[in-house]
């Protein structure tokens, strides 16, 4: 069963604690927090601090997206924010398996992100270490970019891939209610949105975003 993991990314900061009262009123299972820091990607988003702050005020688990060039500097940080979700990207260190050991080593979920140019062949290794997949389904860093179509045919090889095993495929970047659909066909089951539900009437937003991946 798929569903809609909001990223709090797109959530307007001025009203970030009514954004995140009215995800847990509409029982909100896991948030996605994006962690940038302005190297791996150009934009720079919550911090461990803010990060833990926000979790102690909630209720959800937390899904937390790093986007930073040396996870192992600040992988300890992030695990110390109690988030249960913590993913990696691939790109980002030549230590990936390390990383994804130690995660789960301190007993949260440990997922392993790929880039839109990276191919899915390269989690082959990684497929005993990890909970969840995220494929990015755009480019890391900038809110309101296009769903690359070609994902779609990711998420299925990945979806191959990985067989018998008990690893749900994240998908992140673009998604609207139509696009979340077609995600969610070819075996997506983790679907982040940003814009998607954060502009205009959020609550027929989100309903919408439900209804379509029933
Ligand atoms: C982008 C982030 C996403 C972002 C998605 O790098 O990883 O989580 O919030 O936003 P939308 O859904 O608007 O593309
Ligand atoms: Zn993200």
Not at 90 to 99: C, F, G, K, L, V
């Amino acid at each position: 069963m798929a569903q809609i993991l909001p990223s709090i990314f797109g959530a307007d900061i001025m009203y970030l604690q009514d954004d995140i009262h009215f995800l847990e009123e509409e029982k909100t299972e896991i948030l996605h927090v994006d962690l940038m820091d302005g190297n791996f990607v150009s934009n720079i988003a919550f911090g461990p601090n803010q990060i833990a702050e926000m979790k102690k005020n909630s209720k959800m688990v937390f899904d937390v997206h790093m986007m930073v060039q040396h996870p192992k500097d600040h992988i300890d940080d992030v695990i110390a924010t109690g988030a249960e979700m913590i993913s990696v990207h691939y790109e980002s260190t030549p230590h990936i398996h390390s990383i994804l050991q130690k995660i789960r080593k301190a007993g949260r979920k440990a997922g392993v992100v790929i880039n839109p140019g990276t191919p899915e062949a390269i989690l082959e290794y990684l497929l005993d270490d990890i909970d969840y997949i995220l494929i990015m389904t755009i480019n890391p860093g900038q809110p309101g970019q296009t769903f690359i179509r070609k994902s779609l045919e990711k998420i299925r090889q990945t979806k191959e891939l990985i067989g018998e095993r008990k690893i749900q495929i994240e998908v992140d970047g673009g998604v609207n209610k139509e696009i979340a659909k077609e995600c969610a066909e070819v075996g997506a089951e983790l679907i982040v949105v940003g814009g998607a539900l954060f502009s205009g009437d959020k609550k027929a937003q989100y309903q919408a975003l439900r209804e379509a991946i029933k």
